[in-house]
């Protein structure tokens, strides 16, 4: 049910050059369009980001927006997920926040989501080869290119059950 579920964006990758971009993008632009929107980034707020997937210690080093996003409380890092553990995050957010800015196939992470009927937010490049042709099937994701339609989509998804009842069915 909605409200049993955790408030948040989750995210799932390696921190690879593309999932280093894509959570940098959302500690920095998608955060600071959510706090322009009167919402808060701290944990078990609607903009608190929650990654999964290896490699973020350095990246984290790496990289100023990611290490200031940890150091101000708006991201936290869950580390490597056993198949077991994932199906249980899966299972506990309310939205999967993926933006891809490029890809050379499909984003699997994203099948995985709709799968689960974990509403995603992606880009137009997260849609590629998933093949959502049919209404049903385009109305299951919402793809958002700026920060402030992917900061206002997320928002949406935590806090109007309806809308997150319907999304997820899809």
């Known amino acids: 049910p909605f409200k049993d579920r955790t408030t948040g964006m989750f995210y799932v990758g390696t921190a690879h050059v593309a999932g280093q971009r894509a959570v940098e993008w959302l500690v920095s632009e998608v955060q600071a369009k959510m706090r322009e929107m009167g919402r808060f980034c701290q944990k078990d707020d609607v903009g608190h980001l929650y990654v999964a997937g290896q490699g973020w210690s350095a ?12 150091n101000q409380g708006r991201l936290t890092f869950l580390g490597v997920l056993s198949d077991a553990e994932l199906e249980e995050k899966m299972k506990t957010f309310k939205v999967f926040a993926a933006p891809v800015f490029n890809t050379t196939g499909v984003a699997t992470k994203n099948i995985f989501a709709i799968a689960r009927g974990l509403p995603l937010v992606t880009t137009k490049a997260g849609t590629q080869g998933l093949g959502l042709t049919c209404h049903l099937c385009a109305d299951a994701v919402d793809v958002e290119d700026t920060a402030g339609g992917f900061a206002q989509q997320v928002i ?11 999304k997820s069915i899809r």
């Open 156 to 166: 949406r998804f935590q806090e109007n059950e309806n809308v997150w009842n319907s």
């Open 59 to 70: 990246a984290s080093r790496a990289s100023r927006d990611i290490q200031d996003a940890v």
